[in-house]
């Protein structure tokens, strides 16, 4: 790891540094629609202060280890959780996917993008979370978007938690019929929102199992309690979940020792070490949104070789079932340590732990102050986050040494000392 100079004050790496346009576009000023957002150049004003966060190239990524800029780096942004995106089994199914299948089916699941390999897939995610029937999109933003879109029709609603990932809310935009949201775990006021849906009109709650930046668990048992109640259907998105949750890693609904949602959106894009999404549940559904679920119809399969990855990924956590209370246990002791140093945790309780800074502007000057120390994370700011409420997000992996760990925790002592964050 490299040791570097320390990062100029905040208030020089600030300075003329415009906030006012993290909303992207101005003022509509005539037909040109290419005007409105001419304006926008808060990106470069960053990348010239030194404090832009995003797209970084990463030049090799090895799991615990990458290289960013031609220096090997810590990783503590990624979402690998179980370290398996390297593991040998994994990247013999995939290139030996690639060798008989090629880079890409060329077309959709529907007409000719569909192999034995995206079969034998959705058969393992249904019976790895003991449901009847699983379909496999092409990423799990869109498995977000296809499910939505095709259950929620004209005259039906969706309920969801304030706090839910992008891709649920732009599931709803998609969709036809109407949506509310509920105040982020408030059961109260989940309740005081079905109560206000018209009494006979077809509606699905939905909430995220692990809220992808806080880290937090949705409290299942009480969502499914008020759903039973209110004869609501609940789809819950185990995007974070998979890998990170429950004994043998099925999610929240494991964690909490019940039985699946009616439907469980998830990705391979995180602790299965590929890409690619699923919706899983009764088969009568999976069929209905399989047919109707546009990204479903309307968008290239995903690759075989990614496909092969993500089933290999899904055997292993079976197979070496140390890694799933591996990462369980660096989670809690990475919780215990960060917050003894005074770091703010918002309600963390899984491997992805948020760092609460407040400012945009902070939150990209430790980013930059703590990669120039060797450790790579994820500043997380407006629209991912509210503004003003820009955080550091941190995550682990079942592979990361306890040395590797000791050597971040005084990274991150001494960083969080000199920015004012502890
Ligand atoms: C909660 C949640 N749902 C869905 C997705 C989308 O997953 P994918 O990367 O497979 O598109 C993400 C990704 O960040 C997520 O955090």
Known sequence: MTQA???????????????????????????????????????DQARAAGLYPFFKPIEVNEGTEAVVDGKRVLMLGSNNYLGLTRHPEVMRAAQEALAKHGPSMTGSRLLNGTTP?????????????GVESAIVFSTGYLANLGAISALVDRGCWAIID???????????AMAAGQSRRFRHDDMAHLEEVLRRIPDQAPRIVI????????????????????????????LVDDAHAIGTLGETGRGTASHFGLEPPDLTIGTFS????????????????TEYVKHFGRPMIFTAALPPASAAAALAALKLIDEE????????????????DLQALGFDLSDSQTPIIPIQVGSEVQAAAFWKDLLDHGIYTNASITPAVPRGQALLRTSYIATHTDEQLDHALEIFAEIGHRHGII
């Not at 208030?11 to 346009?21: E, M, T």
């Not at 304030?162 to 709803?172: C, L, N, P």
């Not at 995180?270 to 559904?285: E, Q, W, Y």
Request: with cysteine; net charge negative; hydrophobic share 40%.
């Open 321 to 336: 079932p140390w890694r799933v209370p591996r990462v369980q246990a660096i989670g809690e002791r990475m919780r215990r």
């Open 117 to 129: 390999l995206h079969e034998e897939l959705e058969e393992r995610i249904a019976g790895f979370l």
């Open 5 to 43: 100079k320390p990062t100029p004050a905040i208030s020089d790496l600030a300075a003329g540094l415009s906030l006012d346009d993290l909303d992207g576009a101005g003022e509509s000023k005539g037909r040109d629609i290419f005007q409105r957002i001419s304006n926008f150049d808060l990106a």
């Open 162 to 172: 304030k706090g839910v990932h992008a891709s649920i809310y732009d599931g709803v």
């Open 207 to 234: 909430t995220d199992g692990v809220h992808s930046m806080t880290g937090g668990v949705a409290p299942l048992p009480e969502l499914m309690e008020v759903c039973r109640r209110q004869e609501t259907r609940l």
């Open 270 to 285: 995180k602790s299965l070490a590929s890409v690619g999404g699923f919706m899983a549940g009764p088969r009568d559904v």
